[in-house]
């Protein structure tokens, strides 16, 4: 076990692994694409790069500080606003690394890496799928008992497979969902807004004469 700070950044590395829910928007993914089995037998430039690093420390502080240096953000106001979820290290670092790919004719945009990689999400995904099949659906609102007899009754429908299988995953067929399970689990997606294709869909709720309603609001991203 470690203990460490929040602001800390934790790198994670696996084969095929990638962020999910709230990680998803704050983490970077960067993919190592390999052409043969062995790939801890290649050739490498530097087969030390811990002692290669501490060798050269000096040189590479100093390329460091010149690509933070030449940040362009340095000389707008402290109010400027700034890209991404993290607004001081876009500030200071990532608008940096930006200016400097872009002189060497390279484009780099963390506030859509960022996005790619909530885009990426499976569960985000599998939500801007339900929200949309939801706002075909119903055109107003809902409750969580429309929602128990499109999945029960009629599930040949394409927004009820879409649905069942968002709320309850892979159910057998004779598999009978409840009004209450089903608001139980939509609670859990109110005010998540998601991206659908260029709309950006969220589930908005209500208490209307002690009984629940639910409505997707889709607004142009």
């Not at 004719?105 to 990426?120: C, H, P, T, V, Y």
């Not at 879409?162 to 009004?179: E, K, V, W």
Request: with cysteine.
């Amino acid at each position: 076990m470690v203990a460490t700070a929040a602001s800390a950044i934790h790198i994670f590395t696996g084969n095929n692994i990638a962020p999910r829910g709230d990680l998803a928007s704050r983490s970077l993914c960067v993919r190592l694409d390999i052409d043969r089995p062995d790939p801890e037998n290649r050739t490498f430039k530097h087969p030390d790069p811990i002692g290669w690093t501490d060798g050269h420390r000096a040189e590479l502080l100093q390329a460091f500080y010149t690509i933070l240096l030449g940040n362009p953000m340095l000389k707008k106001p402290h109010d400027e606003p700034c890209k991404t979820r993290f607004k001081m290290w876009w500030r200071v670092v990532g608008s940096a690394i930006e200016h400097a790919a872009k002189l060497n004719e390279q484009a780099i945009d963390f506030g859509k890496l960022f996005l790619d990689s909530e885009e990426d999400e499976e569960e985000s995904s599998s939500l801007a799928e339900a929200l949309k099949a939801m706002s075909q659906e119903w055109l107003g609102t809902f409750k969580a008992s429309d929602v128990a007899d499109l999945i029960n009754v009629n599930q040949t429908n394409r927004q009820s497979s879409i649905l069942r299988s968002f709320l309850f995953g892979d159910q057998p067929a004779a598999f009978n969902a409840s009004a209450r399970g089903i608001g139980k689990r939509l609670k859990l997606y109110i005010d998540n807004p998601v991206t659908f294709g260029k709309d950006i869909m969220t589930l908005k709720a209500q208490n209307k004469d002690n009984s629940m309603v639910f409505w997707v609001q889709c607004t142009p991203a």
